[in-house]
């Protein structure tokens, strides 16, 4: 009997979900992307999970879509914009938008649409043996995945075009350097390293922190003007919150703050 392709676990106030093909690397046909959409539900609908992790089983974290789930010897050929449309632009868009922060542990090869989604969580962390490979080009196509959005804004323009169009493996300490991820660490202290981080953004102000995302990615678009003026509402809003009163109360007594669960969407 096969293994289930997605692993959930809850840890305290947080939860790790894990991509479990390891004999395929972890790479996407439709059983896994339903399991994954049913996890990030259940994450979604736990009023006490109020932070995520994700990583891959084995030796990669995920290597994109199964390609033996393609069939191109014949004269048919894939509707790649229904699979696009059907399962990875949902899923990219979902993490975006979790009411909670999110971490990606990448212990592995991130290949393909596996290397752009794990840049779509709010913070990344690598083990120092894996690589980003945007691999497109190898197979005549392009990033998905929001590869051509994510590239640009965090690696700039020229890398980008290098990472897509040469299909070259991209270390993680490199990856760091370009500021494509928050971290390489030490693989032995990969897991560790990310429970601790998520550890600690499950115990913050969680409304404040997916505030942080969304201001972030909205000053993408924004002039200063605009930006100023989001920051005001935003900030009047988080400033009526009990969560800024007990930062404010913890810091003058000198201790820890106690921030309450998260707050709904």
């Known amino acids: ?19 479990n093909r390891p004999q395929r690397l972890n790479s996407f046909n439709e059983a896994m992307h339903a399991a994954l959409q049913a996890a990030l539900d259940e994450a979604e609908r736990d009023p006490q999970c109020r932070a995520l992790l994700v990583t891959g089983a084995g030796r990669g974290f995920c290597a994109g879509q199964d390609l033996s789930d393609r069939n191109v010897s014949g004269g048919d050929r894939p509707d790649l914009g229904r699979t696009i449309g ?12 979790l009411p909670f922060p999110t971490v990606c542990a990448v212990n592995g090869v991130a290949a393909g649409a596996g290397a752009n989604i794990a840049l779509a969580f709010d913070i990344v962390l690598a083990a120092r043996s894996a690589n980003f490979i945007q691999a497109f080009a190898k197979i005549a196509l392009i990033p998905d995945s929001g590869g051509t959005w994510f590239l640009p804004k965090l690696a700039g323009a020229a890398r980008a075009r290098g990472l897509a169009m040469l299909a070259e493996p991209l270390s993680a300490e490199k990856a760091e350097s370009w500021g494509l991820i928050w971290k ?3 693989d ?20 404040a922190l997916v ?32 969560d800024y009163a007990e930062g404010v109360k913890a ?3 000198k201790r820890a703050a106690n921030f309450s669960a998260r707050k709904a969407k």
């Not at 009997?1 to 991509?19: C, H, K, Q, Y």
């Open 251 to 253: 810091f003058m007594e």
């Open 211 to 242: 505030s942080i995302r969304r201001a972030l990615e909205d000053a993408e678009t924004n002039t200063l003007d605009e930006q100023l003026e989001l920051e005001r509402k935003v900030q009047a809003g988080l400033g009526a919150a009990d």
């Open 188 to 207: 032995a202290s990969l897991m560790s390293e990310a429970v601790k981080i998520c550890a600690q953004l499950a115990s913050g102000p969680t409304e």
């Open 86 to 97: 059907t399962f990875y632009n949902p899923l990219v868009k979902r993490i975006k938008s």
């Open 184 to 186: 390489a660490v030490d």
């Open 1 to 19: 009997m096969e293994e289930a392709p997605i692993l959930s676990a809850t840890r305290g106030n947080f939860r790790v979900v894990t991509l």
